[in-house]
C-alpha cells in the first residue's frame, strides 16, 4: 500500500523548495537539462539559495543527463559529470568555493557554453496561422507529447501558426512566452504551447513546452499567456518556429477530462471545442544582441 499516492497527486502547490532555499546554508551544485521536464525548477533552486555559494549546469540533455544527450547537443557537451562533481564536492568541503551565485549554461546547436544567469533581448514575432484556428481538443484521441508529428487531414486537434524563415541566425537565450485570445466550450481547459524549430530540411525538434489549466465558464472568450519556461538555443538561418497551441500533451501531463474532476480518477471524458483568434497570438523570444562570450564548466563550476 502506497497511502501518500493520493496525497501527492492532489497536491499542485510549486515552489515550496525554492520559497525555503534562501535558509539555506551550505553550498548547492544544481544539475539539469534543457530537455528535462523539471529544468525550470532547477534554475529556480539556484536563483534563490541562500547557501554561501550556488553552482548551476544546465545542458542540452534530457532527464538522464549527458547519458542521453538531446537535440541540439554537441562534442564540447560531452561533459564527465562524476569528475565535475568530485571536483567541486572537494572545493566545497574546504571551503574554497568562491561566493555567489555561477555556473555554464549549454547553447545548442552552438557547441559552447554561456555563463549562467545569461539572458536575451525581448523579441516578439508574429505568426501566420496554418491550420486549426478552430478545433477539438479530445481527451480520447489526445495531442501526444512524444511526437512531433502534425496531422494534415481530418478534423484539427491543435491550432497551428508559424514565422517566417529565420533570414539570419540567432541565439534565443531566456524565457519564452506566448499571448493569446482564446475560447473553450468546457468548464476546464488545459491549454498547451508547444514550440517547434524546423528546419529547411523539414526535420523538427522541440524548443519549449507551457501549460495552462484555466477554469472559465463554457464560451467566455478572454486574452492570456503562457510561459514556456527558457531555452538556450542557437538557430540558423531558414529555420521556422512552429507554434502547436492543443488541449492536451500526453503522456507527459495527465488527460483533463474537461469536467472539472480530478484528471486522475474522472471516469468520464468530454471532448472540448476550442477558437483560437490566429491574429492575437504573439510569441516573444530572449535574443542575444552580440555573439555571445563562451565559458568553461570545468572552470566555472568548481571556481
Do not use: M, Q
Not at 541540439?72 to 574546504?94: I, K, M, Q, S
Not at 477558437?275 to 563562451?294: G, I, K, Q, Y
Amino acid at each position: 500500500r502506497l497511502p501518500s499516492w493520493a496525497g501527492l497527486w492532489r497536491h499542485r502547490e510549486r515552489g515550496r523548495l525554492a520559497a525555503r532555499a534562501g535558509n539555506a546554508g551550505v553550498p548547492l551544485l544544481a544539475v539539469g537539462g534543457h530537455h528535462d521536464p523539471f529544468a525550470e525548477d532547477t534554475v529556480a533552486l539556484w536563483r534563490a539559495w541562500g547557501g554561501p555559494s550556488a553552482r548551476l549546469l544546465l545542458g542540452p540533455w534530457g532527464h538522464g543527463l549527458t547519458a542521453a544527450p538531446g537535440p541540439g547537443a554537441g562534442p564540447a557537451h560531452r561533459v564527465n559529470l562524476g569528475e565535475l562533481y568530485a571536483r567541486w564536492a572537494r572545493r566545497a568541503l574546504t571551503g574554497a568555493l568562491a561566493p555567489g551565485r555561477h555556473g555554464a549554461l549549454a547553447l545548442s546547436g552552438g557547441d559552447l557554453w554561456l555563463p549562467a544567469g545569461t539572458d536575451g533581448e525581448p523579441r516578439t514575432f508574429g505568426l501566420r496561422p496554418l491550420r486549426g484556428s478552430a478545433f477539438t481538443a479530445d481527451p480520447g484521441r489526445p495531442v501526444r507529447s512524444d511526437d512531433l508529428t502534425v496531422p494534415t487531414r481530418g478534423l484539427p486537434d491543435r491550432c497551428l501558426l508559424a514565422t517566417p524563415p529565420l533570414p539570419r541566425p540567432l541565439d534565443a537565450v531566456g524565457p519564452v512566452r506566448i499571448r493569446l485570445r482564446a475560447t473553450a466550450d468546457t468548464p476546464s481547459a488545459d491549454w498547451i504551447a508547444r514550440l517547434v524549430a524546423v528546419t529547411p530540411e523539414g526535420a523538427a525538434e522541440r524548443l519549449a513546452v507551457g501549460t495552462l489549466r484555466r477554469e472559465k465558464p463554457p464560451g467566455e472568450a478572454s486574452e492570456f499567456s503562457i510561459g514556456l519556461g527558457r531555452v538556450a538555443h542557437r538557430l540558423r538561418a531558414g529555420v521556422r518556429l512552429r507554434l502547436e497551441i492543443a488541449g492536451h500533451h500526453f503522456p507527459a501531463h495527465a488527460r483533463n477530462p474537461h469536467t472539472g474532476d480530478d484528471p486522475v480518477t474522472a471516469d468520464r471524458l468530454l471532448p472540448s471545442g476550442r477558437e483560437v483568434a490566429p491574429e492575437s497570438v504573439t510569441l516573444t523570444l530572449h535574443v542575444l544582441a552580440s555573439r555571445p562570450t563562451s565559458t568553461d564548466p570545468a572552470k566555472e563550476i568548481p571556481r
